[in-house]
C-alpha cells in the first residue's frame, strides 16, 4: 500500500479510543506538575536521613525513580514481590529507618494485605505506603483498578489513609506523613499530575477536612481526584444559578466528623459524597455513618461513586461517563437529583 | 553479655532441659498446645540463647542485642520457656500462659513480650521481616545478626522463598534462618501435605550457605551456630534442623497426631518425670 492509500484508509476508520495506561491522569490542556511524589520525598529525604525507599519493580511506575537517582543507597529494589516488600519494609522500620513504599495499589491493598496487616499495622511500625493507580485511573481492566483500596485500608487499625487531590497536595502530604509516627497509606497520582488547589489558598493538615468553596444548594463531600471534579461541576452549576460547596476531605481515616457533621448539618442543602472507589466501604459509606450517628439527617444524601462490579477496561474517560465520575456525568445526576 | 558468660557453668543440655521442663508446665496449665513442637526446639533455642546470641535479659531492646525473630507463632511456648530460661521474661509469669491480660499469650505478638521481636501467628511472615532487619543492621554497621526460626510447613508459603531470593540478592550474611524440619504440620506429615525436598539443594541453588544437621543433636547444633556465624562467602546462612516432636518424652514422641497435642491430667506428671529421667541420664 502506497503512503497514500494508507493514509486515505486511517482517514476512513475512526481512531478507537484507546486503553493502554497512561502516565497521567490530567486532562490536555491541564496545568500539571511531574512526578510531585518523587521530588517532594528527595527533598524531605534531605534533612530525614532515616528515610529510604523500597519498591516491588515499579520504581518508574510511582516516581519513586526519582528518589532511587538521588539516593541510590537509600532505595531498596524488592523485586515483584509485594508481600516482601510489606515485611523487609517493617524490618527496616524495626530498626529505625522510616520506610516509604510504592507499588500500585491493587498490590498493596489485595496481593500484601496480610503482611501490610501483621507486619505493618498490628505493630504499629513507622511505614509509608504510597500507591499509584488508585480508584478507576487505569483503563487496563480489574487487575490494575484499585475499586476497594479504601475500603481495606480504612478497615485496617492503626492505618491512617489518604486521598489527595492534586500535586499542591501530594507535595505537602509527604512531609506530613513522616510527621505522624505509625503507618500511613496514600493513594498516589504519578506523572504529570494535575494542579488545582494552589487557586484557593489551599493546606493539607492531616486528619483535616477543608470547604474549598461555600454554595447554598448542594454540599458535595469529596476526596481525591473527585475534588477537582466538584470542584468543575461547582463552577458548572453556577451558570444554572445552582450554589455548589466543596468540601474536600483528603484523610479518609482518620476522618474529620467534626467538619462534616457542621457542614451537613447546615439545613436544606443536598448532601452528595463523590468517591473514585466502590461506593462499598468508602468515603461515603463513612460519612453516611458519621451522620447517622449523630443524627444529622440532610434533606438528601447521595452518593457518586464506582459501582459493585468489577469494571469494564477501556479509556478513562469513556469509563469516567460510563460510571457516572466524569464532571459531565456528575453535573447530570446532580441536577437530577436538585 | 554474651552466651559464654550467661552459661559459662551451665551445660547447653542443662539449659534444654529447662526449656522443655518450662514448656511443659506452660501447656500444663492450659491442657494442651504445641508442646511437640517446645520439645523438639528445645535444643535450637539452648544453643541460641546460651550459645550464639548476645542479649541483655535486663534490657530486652537494647541495641546491641541479635534479633531473634519467631516466624512460627505458635511455637510461642518455646520461645517464652527460653525467655524465662534467659531471665528475659520472669519465671512466676509461667502460670499466666495463655490467661487474660497475661503477657505470655497463646500465639507470639511482639507487644506482648518482652524479647518478642515479631508477631506471628500468621505463616511465612518472619523472613520477609528479617531481610528488612538485616539490610537495617547493614545500614547501621551493626556487627549484630537477626536469627530467624520457622517451620518446614511456612515453606508451602510463597513468601518464604520471596525472602529467600531477596536475602541472596542482598548478600544478608547477617541473616540465619533455623528451619525446623519435624515433618508435622496441621493436615499431617509435612512432605505429604506439600513435598519440600530436596531442601538444602533448592537452598543452595538460591544462593545460600546452607547445613543440615540433627536439631537434638547438641554438638551438632552448636557447630552448626558456629559455622554459620564464622562462615566466610557473602551469603545469608540456613540452618535445616531435623528434629523429633515430643523430644524428650518417649509417649509424646510416639504419638502419631502430635501437631497440637491434648494432654490428659495425669499425663503431665509423666511427661516431667520422662524429662528428669532423661536429664540424669
Known amino acids: ?338 | 553479655m554474651d552466651t559464654t558468660q550467661l552459661g559459662h557453668n551451665v551445660p547447653l543440655t542443662e539449659r534444654a532441659y529447662r526449656i522443655r521442663r518450662n514448656a511443659v508446665l506452660m501447656g500444663e496449665v492450659q491442657g494442651q498446645g504445641y508442646i511437640g513442637q517446645a520439645l523438639d526446639i528445645a535444643d535450637v533455642l539452648a544453643v541460641s540463647y546460651f550459645h550464639a546470641m548476645r542479649y541483655r535479659p535486663e534490657d530486652p531492646h537494647w541495641e546491641g542485642r541479635d534479633r531473634f525473630l519467631l516466624s512460627n507463632g505458635h511455637y510461642a511456648i518455646a520461645l517464652y520457656a527460653a525467655l524465662i530460661e534467659a531471665g528475659i521474661v520472669p519465671a512466676e509469669e509461667l502460670e499466666t500462659y495463655g490467661s487474660d491480660d497475661s503477657r505470655l499469650p497463646m500465639s507470639g505478638m511482639a507487644a506482648y513480650t518482652p524479647g518478642m521481636e515479631m508477631s506471628g501467628g500468621s505463616l511465612g511472615l518472619g523472613l520477609s521481616i528479617a531481610v528488612g532487619i538485616a539490610l537495617g543492621l547493614k545500614r547501621k554497621a551493626s556487627d549484630n545478626r537477626v536469627y530467624t526460626l520457622f517451620s518446614d510447613g511456612e515453606l508451602d508459603e510463597g513468601s518464604v522463598w520471596e525472602a529467600i531470593m531477596s536475602a541472596a540478592h542482598y548478600k544478608l550474611d547477617n541473616l540465619i534462618g533455623i528451619v525446623d524440619v519435624n515433618n508435622q504440620q496441621a493436615d499431617g506429615p509435612s512432605t505429604q501435605v506439600m513435598a519440600f525436598e530436596p531442601l538444602v539443594d533448592k537452598l543452595e541453588a538460591f544462593g545460600w550457605f546452607v547445613q543440615r544437621v540433627d536439631g537434638n543433636d547438641m554438638d551438632a547444633v552448636v557447630a552448626a551456630f558456629d559455622a554459620a556465624r564464622d562462615h566466610p562467602e557473602p551469603k545469608p546462612r540456613m540452618i535445616v534442623c531435623d528434629t523429633k516432636m515430643g523430644k524428650g518424652v518417649p509417649f509424646l514422641e510416639a504419638r502419631e497426631k502430635n501437631h497440637f497435642i491434648r494432654v490428659d491430667a495425669h499425663e503431665w506428671t509423666l511427661a516431667l518425670d520422662a524429662l528428669d529421667a532423661g536429664r540424669t541420664a
Open chain 1, 1 to 338: 500500500m502506497s503512503t497514500a492509500a494508507t493514509t486515505a484508509a486511517a482517514a476512513a476508520k475512526p481512531r478507537l479510543k484507546t486503553s493502554a495506561m497512561i502516565a497521567s491522569i490530567a486532562a490536555e490542556g491541564q496545568r500539571t506538575k511531574p512526578a510531585p511524589f518523587g521530588h517532594a520525598l528527595v527533598e524531605l529525604a534531605k534533612a530525614r536521613p532515616e528515610i529510604v525507599g523500597l519498591t516491588a519493580d515499579l520504581a518508574k511506575y510511582t516516581d519513586l525513580h526519582i528518589f532511587a537517582q538521588a539516593n541510590p543507597d537509600r532505595f531498596y529494589q524488592m523485586g515483584m514481590a509485594e508481600q516482601l516488600l510489606m515485611g523487609a519494609a517493617s524490618g527496616l522500620a524495626h530498626e529505625g529507618f522510616m520506610p516509604f513504599v510504592t507499588t500500585y495499589a491493587v498490590f498493596a491493598s489485595r496481593r500484601a494485605y496480610d503482611f501490610v496487616h501483621q507486619t505493618i499495622a498490628e505493630e504499629n511500625r513507622n511505614v509509608k505506603i504510597a500507591c499509584a493507580l488508585p480508584g478507576l485511573t487505569s483503563g487496563y481492566g480489574p487487575s490494575h483498578q484499585a475499586a476497594e483500596d479504601l475500603a481495606l485500608m480504612r478497615a485496617m487499625p492503626n492505618m491512617v489513609v489518604i486521598d489527595p487531590c492534586d500535586a499542591l497536595e501530594i507535595e505537602q502530604a509527604v512531609p506530613a506523613m513522616a510527621a505522624h509516627q505509625g503507618p500511613v497509606y496514600m493513594r498516589l497520582l504519578r506523572g504529570n499530575v494535575p494542579l488545582v488547589l494552589d487557586e484557593y489558598d489551599y493546606t493539607f493538615e492531616l486528619g483535616k477536612a477543608k470547604r474549598l468553596r461555600d454554595g447554598a444548594d448542594v454540599l458535595v463531600i469529596s476526596s481525591g481526584i473527585m475534588t477537582m471534579r466538584a470542584l468543575e461541576v461547582a463552577k458548572a452549576l453556577e451558570a444554572d444559578k445552582v450554589g455548589v460547596a466543596v468540601l474536600h476531605v483528603p484523610t479518609i481515616k482518620p476522618l474529620d466528623t467534626e467538619t462534616i457533621l457542621a457542614e451537613a448539618g447546615r439545613s436544606g442543602r443536598l448532601v452528595v459524597v463523590a468517591e473514585n472507589h466502590t461506593v462499598i466501604g468508602g468515603l461515603g459509606e463513612a460519612v453516611a455513618g458519621t451522620l447517622l450517628r449523630a443524627g444529622v439527617v440532610p434533606s438528601a444524601f447521595r452518593q457518586i461513586g464506582l459501582p459493585d462490579e468489577f469494571l469494564k477496561a477501556g479509556a478513562l474517560p469513556t469509563l469516567h461517563d460510563l460510571y457516572g465520575i466524569s464532571t459531565d456525568a456528575m453535573v447530570t445526576s446532580i441536577k437530577g437529583w436538585l
